[in-house]
């Protein structure tokens, strides 16, 4: 995050005074973590009538001319500066946009007023065209002010490091929980019990659930983006099933336990914040393997050699069948896990991605997300579970063949991962 410096045109230098010497923004040019110069377009007009405008060509209102705008932005040294011209016509000013300015070293800020400025000088001089929102608004002086307010607050010790917390990855995409300060009644509303309780614990979750609510209700719209899993208060369990199976002539079968999906499904559950990866196999054979496999990796570890791997195969729990797996679960979670098969075949009844997502939050139940091995999951399965989901579609041609251990990493992504 290297911005330091903002230049800003304008022909309403007044604007900006009150902005640059309150709160924030004028703690941190105080400080010198940011330097924020303001350049007035009248010092560059025409004539003595400090002329920076005319008619607009074809009818219409005042346009801001091309040369006094030229000669601002050459009056400003610098050599790798980026202009952004904040216009209705723009893209919409996202946290993205911002973080992508907060890159820059110096970005000049061009003021239009009335109706715009002249082309031309867009399409010399201009990098990114911003608005701000579908609203009118009379010119591009507070447009300038919000992209320098967002984008200073990114800036290492601009903001406390409290707030700099709240702006951890760990909340991206999803709304904010209410807030509330003393008196603890007033007008007769009371602050919400969970908040003045004193347990902290307790709190975190009612704060985290009523994010959840107000986001699917509010802004639905950012689901997809959105990291969920701090949201989700109970557990998430993978299911990976060696039987039953099908092979590839459609019959029940017992497919044989891999090291790889032992080792790379069990860093994908780590990496997604998955509680436990079930492992499913008939075989005491192969679930003696799977112990060897563990305890190799455990002892590794106590001897100091990739702890990281012998954390993730923690996360791995055998069973000689589903219904053990989900008995566990159930005891575990004292409640019975919302149960979701998956498959690379198209099936009916089966559920969009986004739609189990919305539902995972809603709810926010246990969740076992199961996972066949070989040519999938038995039939009988998916009579016994709560959801099917639609399976992972590559967009291009009829071949559909991922491996298992990639499409859990795809399927955690789609559910967990925050964009
Ligand atoms: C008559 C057509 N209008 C375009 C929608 C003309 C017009 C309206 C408002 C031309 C300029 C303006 C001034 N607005 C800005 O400079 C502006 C703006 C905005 O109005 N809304 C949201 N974001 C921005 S960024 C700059």
């Known amino acids: 995050m290297g911005v330091v410096r903002f230049s800003v045109v304008t022909a309403f230098p007044e604007y900006f005074h009150a902005f640059l010497n309150t709160s ?31 008619y607009s060509y074809g009818g219409g209102g005042m346009v801001i001319m091309p040369e006094p705008l030229y000669k601002a932005l050459e009056s400003i040294k610098s050599d790798k500066a980026y202009v952004v011209y904040p216009s209705p016509q723009g893209v919409i000013l996202t946290q993205d946009v911002v973080e992508a300015l907060a890159a820059k070293d110096h970005v000049i800020l061009i003021c239009g007023h009335y109706e715009g400025i002249d082309e031309r000088f867009v399409e010399k001089c201009v990098d990114l065209e911003i608005s701000i929102g579908d609203y009118v608004l009379t010119g591009g002086e507070l447009p300038a002010m919000v992209i320098i307010d967002a984008v200073s607050r990114l800036i290492p010790g601009v903001v406390g490091k409290k707030e700099a917390v709240l702006e951890d990855s760990f909340y991206k995409g999803m709304l904010d929980y209410p807030h509330y300060t003393r008196p603890a009644e007033w007008n007769g ?18 704060r985290m659930r009523q994010a959840a609510l107000r986001t699917l209700s509010r802004r639905p719209d950012l689901l997809p983006r959105a990291g969920i899993r701090p949201y989700l208060s109970r557990g998430i369990y993978v299911m990976l099933v060696h039987h039953p199976v099908l092979n590839k002539n459609d019959e029940v079968v017992t497919s044989a336990v891999t090291g790889l999906d032992l080792h790379d499904i069990s860093r994908s559950c780590m990496t997604y914040g998955v509680d436990k990866f079930l492992v499913i196999t008939p075989l005491k054979s192969q679930r003696d393997m799977i112990h060897k496999i563990t305890a190799h990796w455990e002892r590794a570890s106590k001897e100091g050699l990739n702890p990281m791997r012998s954390e993730a195969l923690n996360l791995v729990k055998t069973f000689n069948s589903i219904e053990f797996a989900i008995m566990w679960i159930k005891r575990r979670e004292k409640e019975k896990p919302f149960i979701v098969a998956t498959t690379a075949k198209k099936r009916k009844g089966a559920i969009p991605w986004l739609e189990l997502k919305r539902t995972i939050l809603e709810q926010d139940a246990p969740l076992c997300l199961v996972f066949g091995t070989s040519w999938g999951l038995a039939d009988e399965i998916f009579n016994q579970v709560d959801a099917v989901l639609d399976p992972i579609l590559g967009g291009y041609g009829e071949y559909n063949h ?13 559910f967990f991962g925050s964009r």
């Open 402 to 414: 991922l491996s298992v251990r990639s499409a859990v990493a795809v399927a955690l992504d789609r």
């Open 189 to 206: 509303i009371q602050v919400p019990e969970e908040l003045t309780s004193g347990d902290h614990e307790r709190t975190a979750r009612w």
């Open 24 to 54: 924030i923004v004028g703690k941190a040019i105080k400080e010198g973590k940011i330097e924020v110069e303001i350049v007035n377009l009248r010092d560059f007009a025409q004539n003595s009538y400090g002329q920076i405008d005319d």
